[in-house]
């Protein structure tokens, strides 16, 4: 297996044949196709029963297409994909993505059929993404080879996240995140079977590339654990590396041995490895994704001191608890605020305004007074990461407030973090914070965990740099 | 304060007075008005001011209604709602709801209105629940006087779930979830400041309430704490009581005592009494909101001993790690399914399904294959709580997935949990098996903190009989 190798025909493509591609509705091979007719270069349809497909000349072969592509994606069955992939790699096509099932991870037959995708990578230059793999989705590239339905495309650009799955179904969580509540994607890879391309792969590729400010791995089986560690730790001093590695306790990883049919590794080994490597490590996919979210729009915190603004006590109430409960190791305390923040306050708001750790401005606050008292909290000198809950019911707040709070966030160095809810309207919400660049989350248990990324990143540079 | 009250002209009103009715867009009390127009029976506007509300004749005063009504919601500003609480009082209206904040979660003038308010209930047969409340949400009566938007409401009815919250926005956050993914309430009550009525008159009305299956509280302060936790226990006997206590933590019982003014009790005073008691503990909206659904909506577990079946290998391996992990120190096992089980499963799928637990089937799965393999689990002795993972990307899985399950757990006396997700229709899909009458989630964490709820609630009944 190569590695570091030159993942730009695959992840910035000149141009694209898709193998399989068809007029017929609802086929993989035509919802590929479909979607990579956004794509700014050329993209050839290969299919041998077909002239024209979806008004593109169709080629029989991948011998008659008129350039060497950059990326196949082969979107046919097992047996003639390997077939094809052979085809692809004697006409010097550098990289293939092989959507199919039906390989290593379903018996004997298809182990036999890996193999055979294998020797095709070590007998040629050709490298290959997957087999059964869900493929690629980079916003910025209109590359897309994701074949299930992900919702509001749109919402996905404009970010950072790497995203790198070895599970098809976890990453449609994170895709369909982007599109319920905004998530910014740099790139969604998914790994398949790894029979060639590896996370080390990825590691290194977005690990340098600029745009890419966090990187987010589901991993069932680490393939070469220790080169991923080591790249791990010099991919975290310069952005985060977080890594939910599934099939922690033993049934989980005897599942992880019939999925994958690789060892997952003992769990122990694993987390005191992620620790030394300076590896952020999660623990279910939910918590992936908000991890990235926030590691990728957030600087890393100062100091564990939180302060909690709020119109609705009920959450400043649950949120002082959360705070105060040690998670994963992590402790968060409760900032005290100076006499002067809470002096100031009272002046922008209400003489029964709660001006303690949490700020309770009560229902009766509006959105000029919550920005206000946003800007207050940001500047004490003993407060180290605000979360400022965004709550549309009460009578005086409008939807001015996500400009209100926003406008004081842009200028703001310490990080802020948004908790809002308003029923059917929290994704909506969500989306306008994203919109303006502002890590929200639908609940206050959320919000603080996010909180505690922040401060783990803090504690994790201070240990690789040591 | 007076106990066990008959709250039937609070619940179940033969007619209904709103005292603050306007015509005025947007007002609370045209809010109010508007949405009672819904109500059975009659419904009076109240307004000095206005001659016609909505086409209904006003009132002046409440001295002047033609009949001395069950109900009068007062949407006023505090000193004037305490004068009309008098009135009420006087004419001998038997319950009010007092939507306006100002009393004592304010400051000392607020305080001596909310004594002023003790004192009209004292001296009187008439009933307060508020002041500061969001009010009363009951979807079989067409009886709702939130004045927030919550949604579609046709999605919040038909169920057995009493929720009752001392917190209006937590409040909203149950609503929410009704109209987003499906929620079932027989009840919605926001406690306000208790003035006078509390958490206790709530647990006795529902707790004999035949149509309740499950109470769900979130409380900052307990008025009456030892009746409240006998109450408790004898109710839990009958069906699942729910807490989630909040200001645990010291800032959150400080936090409580800004709010309310009422002091937090130490936190692990209330655990241990919540274990004696039979009191289900949560410990935060969303984990409450979830117990309440599954406990309403599923039997106990008869043992904890867990299957999974996942189209999606990914999720089944997340699954297993969830299980085996000991969450609130309850104990969860995968289940180790027979051989018939084992064979049968692959009879009915592929030779290449992953058939010891979790169950993977592949994404070759199809709709029958799911439903088939899910009733041959459901019939293994070696099994007390299966979750399916319901997944709509693999391409042989329609839609009619969602009935082909509910087929299967229609005739199953073992809990069955659905774990449900597809990016943008993951609501869609949750509100489709809401309508089947199936529990579903969409986190497989979620999932299998819902099967620890089921082996909670086993132990819980086992420890109050004994």
Chains 1, 2 share one sequence.
């Not at 956004?38 to 011998?63: A, C, D, Q, T, W």
């Not at 999925?259 to 005191?272: F, I, M, N, Q, Y």
């Not at 002096?343 to 509006?366: G, H, M, W």
């Amino acid at each position: 297996m190569q590695n570091n190798s030159d993942l730009n025909e695959l992840l910035n493509p000149r141009s694209i044949a898709v193998i399989g591609a068809t007029n017929t509705p609802g086929r993989v091979g035509r919802i590929i196709f479909e979607q990579l007719l956004r794509f700014k270069g050329p993209v050839y349809p290969v299919n041998i029963r077909e002239n024209e497909i979806l008004g593109r000349k169709s080629y029989e072969h991948v011998e008659v297409l008129p350039e060497t592509v950059d990326l196949a994606v082969i979107a046919i069955k097992a047996e003639s994909a390997v077939r094809v992939a052979n085809d692809c790699a004697r006409k010097g096509i550098p990289k293939l993505i092989i959507v199919a099932g039906g390989f290593s991870e379903s018996g004997e037959k298809g182990r036999a059929l890996e193999d055979w995708l294998v020797s095709i990578t070590q007998n040629s230059n050709t490298r290959i993404l997957g087999p059964n793999t869900l493929g690629l989705f980079l916003p910025h590239n209109q590359l897309d080879t994701i074949f299930v339905d992900h919702g509001d495309k749109a919402l996905a650009g404009g970010g950072g996240v790497a995203f790198i799955s070895q599970s098809g179904s976890v990453g449609t969580e994170a895709l369909g995140l982007a599109s319920n509540t905004g998530f910014g994607l740099r790139s969604f890879v998914g790994l398949g079977n790894k029979c060639d391309l590896d996370e080390l792969d990825f590691l290194s590729w977005f690990g340098q590339d600029p745009e890419t400010t966090c990187l987010a791995f589901y991993i069932e089986s680490l393939s070469q654990g220790r080169k991923f560690l080591e790249k791990a730790r010099q991919t975290s001093l310069i952005k985060p590396v977080v890594v939910l590695k599934a099939g922690r306790s033993e049934a989980g990883a005897d599942a992880v041995s019939s999925h994958t049919g690789r060892l997952a590794g003992s769990d122990r080994v694993v987390g005191g490895a992620f620790r030394q490597y300076g590896v952020q490590r999660v623990f279910d996919d939910e918590e992936l994704c908000d991890a990235a979210k926030t590691l990728s729009g957030l600087p890393p915190a100062q100091g564990n001191r939180v302060a909690i603004l709020t119109p609705a006590g009920g959450y400043g109430v649950m949120g002082a608890d959360h705070v105060e409960m040690t998670r994963g190791g992590i402790r968060l305390e409760m900032a005290r605020l100076s006499n002067e923040t809470q002096e100031q306050i009272y002046k922008t708001s209400f003489s029964f305004a709660s001006c303690r750790n949490p700020v309770d401005l009560t229902a009766s606050a509006n959105d000029r007074m919550i920005g206000d008292a946003l800007s207050t909290i940001i500047d004490d000198d003993g407060v180290d990461i605000v979360i400022c809950t965004a709550f549309f019911s009460p009578p005086s707040i409008t939807d001015g407030l996500v400009e209100s709070i926003a406008s004081r966030v842009r200028d703001s160095q310490k990080p802020v973090i948004v908790f809002t809810q308003y029923g059917p309207f929290t994704d909506s919400y969500l989306r306008q914070f994203h919109r303006e660049g502002i890590v929200g989350f639908p609940s206050i248990g959320r919000a603080v965990r996010a909180a505690r990324f922040l401060v783990e990143r803090a504690g994790i540079l201070q240990s690789i740099r040591a």
